[in-house]
């Protein structure tokens, strides 16, 4: 499906930068954790970092990685939490380096499923190629 190809070309990046924004200020960060749970594209990080309270405050988010020298991802969607134990232990169980950091009911691991998602694969060469979902 578009969003398992989206989903390998992030996990193949390793390293995706994601955006929020707080008021009129955008913010950028590296993140790694990328996963598929009941269907939908997930991210995880903690409820005390800003980009948690960012993301509370406004879930349009967009996220950019790079492969190799010239491909890469613009993907735009919203962000949605699932409180839902399952999905926060699905992503710790996709990340077991995670697991000395979060536990799925310590009260701090957030899961956001994209929803909305439109995903642009470009390249230097040739004309993007979009997929939503």
């Not at 707080?22 to 954790?33: E, I, K, M, S, Y």
């Amino acid at each position: 499906t578009d969003m398992e190809k989206v989903y390998e070309f992030l996990k193949k990046a390793g390293v995706y930068y994601l955006a929020t924004v707080d008021g009129d200020q955008p913010h950028v960060r590296p993140f790694g954790t990328v996963n598929i749970f009941d269907g939908k594209l997930y991210i995880q990080t903690g409820k005390s970092k800003d980009v948690s309270k960012q993301i509370e405050a406004n879930g349009k988010v967009e996220i950019s990685a790079m492969v190799g020298d010239d491909r890469w991802i613009r993907l735009t969607g919203t962000l949605v939490e699932d409180d839902r134990i399952e999905a926060r232990i699905s992503m710790l169980d996709a990340y077991p380096s995670l697991q000395a950091m979060y536990k799925a009911d310590d009260g701090n691991t957030v899961v956001y499923y994209l929803k909305d998602a439109k995903a642009a694969f470009c390249s230097f060469t040739e004309a993007p190629e979009v997929v939503t979902w």
